[in-house]
């Protein structure tokens, strides 16, 4: 960092290398994007690499922002890691996206001299630059949380549009269309709070095929290993064409799978940001958590949300009735899905 606080990198010729820690899950992954793009646009010599754990690895190489991606097993521990990244030479800064100890510590053991991240868990000993926090990033988007980190690094991000811009859709919905991919996403690790109901997205299904008969609506059912019975469950209340493919994509696969789908209807899950971050169009369904904070980047998605007297409670399960979720009705998403199919002017998130 010069005087200035801007990176030294903005005012030389010779290349700089960050080395950007990813967060380790895939949704943060992706809300991340925006910030290390603005790190690439820093200097025309500035070479990015990022640090992540092995399953995200796929998602990071396909942007064209990175320059190289080491991935490491959840396994290794810091010293680990550390010696990993030595293998891999020099860099000049240090870029934290997790708030964790440990993330600070894997960086200073790989000899990484200049880390920047925010003055959280005490870390402050082992940073460059420890960034506080501002009262004004709870209550924004969590894209924020991390253009605001490499703001104070010194790296213009005035330029806001064009760093939250997504992709244009890689399978773009045409009219007239007589075939329609649809991904769905009806799990959540986070807990069955997040989970809109398995029978609410099969009827929401099946409705929009009554109302689009012309159409061939091929389904293909996404998830983890552990929400495989999920997409069991979903499989069995809608006709075919349609396929369970929980726990049978690795990233790379999804990435390639999401990359077919006119559009996907999802949870607030990672899958949907990973989405969202390839262009794919999403309507995306929320209930515990707040769409102000973890929506999805970019004014293609439909966003829908029942807001009632307890959210958002941020909760795992439900303490009461599921009523954020419950009075979201199938007819509901299927409009929602119908103005997707129809290139309806985006606008707030739907009030079920």
């Known amino acids: 960092m010069n005087a200035e606080g801007e990176p030294e990198s903005s005012r030389s010729d010779q290349p700089k290398r960050f080395l950007v820690r990813s967060p380790n899950p895939l949704g943060d992954a992706c809300m991340s994007l925006p910030a290390v793009r603005a790190l690439k646009r820093s200097g025309p010599h500035v070479k990015i690499s990022v640090c992540c754990r092995a399953n995200l690895a796929p998602m990071w190489a396909a942007r064209e922002e990175i320059d190289e991606v080491i991935p490491f097993s959840r396994d290794l521990n810091p010293f680990q890691v550390g010696r990993l990244l030595r293998k891999h030479g020099k ?30 868990h005490q870390r402050s000993l082992l940073l460059k630059q420890a960034v506080s926090e501002p009262e004004s990033l709870e209550t924004r988007h969590h894209v924020h949380r991390y253009l605001h980190l490499v703001e104070a690094m010194g790296i213009d991000i005035s330029d806001i549009d064009s760093l939250l811009a997504i992709p244009d859709a890689p399978t773009p919905i045409q009219g007239g269309e007589k075939e329609i991919y649809l991904g769905v996403c009806p799990g959540a690790e986070y807990g069955n709070a997040k989970r809109y109901p398995i029978r609410r997205y099969a ?17 293909s059912i996404f998830g983890s290993p552990a929400e495989r019975p999920i997409g069991d469950e979903l499989k069995a209340l809608i006709s075919d064409p349609s396929e369970n493919r929980a726990g049978k994509t690795s990233i790379d696969d999804l990435v390639a799978e999401l990359q077919s789908c006119h559009f996907l209807a999802t949870n607030d899950t990672g899958t949907m940001h990973l989405a969202a971050a390839l262009g794919v169009p999403t309507v995306a369904i929320f209930g515990s958590t707040e769409p102000a904070f973890t929506s999805p980047i970019g004014n293609v998605h439909r966003v829908i949300r029942h807001q009632v ?3 958002p409670c941020f909760l795992r399960e439900c303490p009461v009735d599921y009523r954020c979720m419950l009075r979201i009705e199938p007819e509901t998403v299927v409009r929602e899905m119908e103005a997707l199919l129809e290139g309806l002017p985006q606008g707030a998130e739907s009030k079920a």
């Open 203 to 219: 009827e929401a299904i099946e409705k929009l095929r009554k109302k689009k008969p012309d159409v061939n609506f091929r389904v």
């Open 91 to 120: 860099f000049d800064y240090g870029v934290l996206l997790p708030n964790s100890f440990r993330s600070a510590l894997e960086l200073w053991l790989g000899g990484v001299g200049k880390l920047v991240g925010y003055n959280r």
């Open 309 to 311: 007297g307890c959210s």
